[in-house]
């Protein structure tokens, strides 16, 4: 009896193996990218598509604009479900998707139970430069940024969660600079830590260093139901870096002091910079 359970067990698993190999996966995903979307939309293609007993593998998944332009493009995603996960509530979690874009990588889990959800993220070695979407919109961005943190939305209740940002050799483009004298901010190494909970999202900690400008400092959000709408308050200390132009250097010096007791302050000594008012409408407070 035993022998013919595991004969059996064994045909099983060989019928279903084959079954895998030979589900025409590409075909099948063709056709709903084709029937989801809509007459002068973006659509999604990809390069090729296989379907494993551990998950599935989409290679070069791009999404274009109707004009043919790519708006998102990566070299591969790959999605792994939990089978107990499936036998368990019929959803595969926890589902563990993984990325490769940007020159670099990114893994994501997606966990929980019912209606509530928990992502946990982690990015490496992403750069910024060779991402063609975002270097479109800012033509000379370049630099290196990863990421870790976990967010948890939970059926009923606000979101919560943590992580970190960390940055390399980073150049963002100033498009309308004014009368700074400075076509780019560079930033050699920067760190962010952040948590969210009770609506609010708070930045304990902002670092940055590059040749331009020193910043350390910390922020909070109070989220609102338009992100836009968001209350900011940002409190920054700001001090000119080695090769700050003269006009940066000048615009810093008219923050005021960290130190306001001081009589004769140093051209370099740290100044106060306070954001505040929305994400759509941010003031600097003087």
């Not at 990588?105 to 070695?125: H, M, N, P, Q, V």
């Amino acid at each position: 009896m035993r022998r013919k359970l595991k004969i059996a067990t064994a045909a099983m698993g060989l019928f279903l193996l084959l079954v895998v190999l030979l589900f025409p996966t590409e075909q099948i995903l063709r056709s709903l990218s084709t029937a989801v979307t809509r007459p002068g939309g973006p659509t999604f293609i990809f390069r090729s598509a296989r379907l494993r007993p551990w998950g599935l593998t989409i290679e070069g998944p791009t999404v274009q604009n109707p004009d043919g332009t790519e708006m998102v493009a990566i070299d591969w995603v790959r999605l792994r479900p939990s089978w107990l996960g499936f036998l368990h509530d019929g959803t595969g979690r926890p589902w563990r998707i993984g990325l490769a874009g940007c020159r670099g990588t990114a893994d994501i889990d997606l966990a929980g139970e019912g209606a509530g959800r928990i992502f946990a993220l982690e990015a490496k070695s992403i750069d910024l430069g060779s991402c063609d979407s975002l270097t479109r919109v800012l033509p000379g961005l370049a630099g290196i940024i990863e990421a870790i943190g976990h967010l948890s939305i939970p059926g009923k209740g606000d979101p919560t969660g943590e992580g970190t940002i960390q940055l390399r050799q980073v150049v963002l483009p100033i498009k309308n600079p004014g009368n700074l004298d400075i076509e780019a901010l560079h930033v050699d190494t920067g760190y962010a830590r952040w948590d969210m909970g009770n609506r609010r999202l708070t930045v304990s900690k902002i670092d940055l260093h590059g040749p331009d400008v020193i910043v350390s400092g910390t922020g909070t959000a109070t989220i609102a139901p338009q992100a836009a709408h968001s209350n900011l308050n940002i409190r920054l200390t700001v001090v000119p870096g080695p090769a700050a132009s003269t006009m940066l250097r000048r615009f810093i010096e008219q923050l005021p002091l960290v130190d306001d007791d001081e009589p004769n302050p140093d051209p370099d000594a740290p100044r106060l910079l306070i954001i505040r008012g929305t994400p759509e409408r941010p003031q600097v407070i003087r």
